[in-house]
């Protein structure tokens, strides 16, 4: 059994991965005991990821707030706490709170041989983000 005491500081996600105010806590970074990443990632009203992929998927689970997912060339899906997303390897997707409303989800993704856990591409534009659905009251 490894404990790890809490105490890590949040970060603010960087301007290249995000558009918006973004804060991440770390979980667990991909060790000799485990391929898994995670972390706790909070999305001020607006704000998302850059479009990026994972080399052996995501799951994302959300904790707070309202916000958005979706793949390149899919719909915009609202995701709402307790929603459980899984996106799948090298499926290149964004993810962020809703217009009007902060969100939050643990993100977990698991390391592949080289050590990579995320590869991030071109920010969502206004354009792409303003196809979102309105949430739903």
């Known amino acids: ?3 790890t005491k809490s105490g890590g500081r ?25 391929a898994i990443g995670c972390a706790h990632v ?19 689970y959300v904790t707070d707030g309202i916000g958005y ?3 390149r060339g899919g719909e915009i899906r609202e995701i709402r706490p307790g929603d ?15 217009a009007d409303r902060f969100m939050a989800h643990v993100a977990m993704q698991e390391a592949d041989d080289q050590g990579q856990v995320v590869f991030w591409g071109d920010h969502v534009t206004d354009a792409e983000y303003g196809q979102a659905p309105r949430p739903s009251a």
Not at 84 to 98: F, R, Y
Request: aromatic fraction near 10%; charged fraction near 20%; glycine fraction near 12%.
């Open 1 to 3: 059994m490894k404990f």
């Open 69 to 71: 997912v979706a793949g």
């Open 42 to 60: 909070r999305f001020a009203p607006g704000a998302r990821t850059a479009w990026h992929s994972h080399p052996r998927g995501q799951t994302l």
């Open 84 to 98: 459980v997303v899984h996106i799948e390897p090298g499926e290149e997707h964004w993810h962020g709170a809703t």
């Open 10 to 34: 949040t970060a603010q996600g960087p301007q290249e991965w995000f558009t918006g105010d973004v804060y991440i806590e770390g979980v667990r970074n991909p060790d000799a005991q485990s």
